[in-house]
Nanobody, 126 residues
Framework: QVQLVESGGGSVQAGGSLRLSCVSS????????MGWYRQAPGKQRELVAA???????????DYAGSVKGRFTISRDYARNTVNLEMHNVRVEDTGVYYC????????????????WGQGTQVTVSS
C-alpha cells in the first residue's frame, strides 16, 4: 500500500512563504499525476495544483486561478517527493493541504485519485 506523507505546514503572516512537501513510500511520483488539494473550514476540498509525469514542467502543470502566479508545484524524482512552493500567501489560503496521487482530467474537470496523505495545516494570519 503506497502512502503519502505531507510536511511543511504551519503558521505564516500574509505575504509570506511556505513550502509543503509530500513524500511517497512507493515509486508513483514518476508515473501518476500528483496534486495538492486544500480544504478550508466549512468548505469543500478543492484542487490547488497538479503536475503530470514527464520532463517538461510548463505544460504539465495546472493551477487553481486563485493561486496562479503565487504557487508552484514540482516533483523531485530522486526523492519521490512532490513540493508546493507558496509565495505571497493570503488569509484565504488557510486550510488543510492534502497530497493526492492518481488525479484524472476529463475535459476541464479534475477528479482526485484514491491515494491521499493525512494533510498538513496551513494558517495565514493578517
Amino acid at each position: 500500500q503506497v502512502q503519502l506523507v505531507e510536511s511543511g505546514g504551519g503558521s505564516v503572516q500574509a505575504g509570506g512563504s511556505l513550502r509543503l512537501s509530500c513524500v511517497s513510500s512507493g515509486n508513483i511520483i514518476s508515473s501518476k499525476i500528483m496534486g495538492w488539494y486544500r480544504q478550508a473550514p466549512g468548505k469543500q476540498r478543492e484542487l490547488v495544483a497538479a503536475v503530470a509525469p514527464g520532463q517538461s514542467t510548463g505544460r504539465s502543470t495546472d493551477y487553481a486561478g486563485s493561486v496562479k502566479g503565487r504557487f508552484t508545484i514540482s516533483r523531485d524524482y530522486a526523492r519521490n517527493t512532490v513540493n508546493l512552493e507558496m509565495h505571497n500567501v493570503r488569509v484565504e489560503d488557510t486550510g488543510v493541504y492534502y497530497c493526492n496521487a492518481g488525479l484524472k482530467k476529463v475535459l476541464s474537470t479534475w477528479t482526485p485519485g484514491n491515494i491521499w496523505g493525512q494533510g498538513t495545516q496551513v494558517t495565514v494570519s493578517s
